[in-house]
């Protein structure tokens, strides 16, 4: 049976092309397993991009800190 109802020379290549990329995706077994290859590679990346954020904010934070502490002393050698 005919998948499209006719038989003009740009049918029939669309019909070819499309039987062509559906056989190629029923058997080809690693598709798949790039796609979760990329989400878990995605998964820490992303995790060490927040790791790197967090500690980062938290030096921040700490010196800001520090800075305020000494503010009031004067921070001078005067005499």
């Known amino acids: ?10 049918g029939l290549y669309l019909e070819a092309l499309l039987r062509t990329r559906v056989h190629r995706a ?8 790039s796609a979760v290859e990329w989400v878990i590679i995605t998964a ?7 790791a790197l954020a967090l500690l980062i904010k938290q030096l921040v934070e700490d010196k800001s800190n520090e800075i305020k502490g000494e503010f009031g002393k004067g921070g001078g050698n005067a005499k």
Do not use: K, L, S, Y
């Not at 049976?1 to 740009?10: E, I």
């Not at 058997?27 to 397993?33: C, E, I, Q, S």
């Open 44 to 50: 820490i990346i992303a995790g060490v991009a927040m």
């Open 26 to 33: 029923r058997t080809a077994p690693t598709r798949g397993a």
């Open 1 to 10: 049976m005919n998948m499209f109802p006719f038989n003009t020379p740009q």
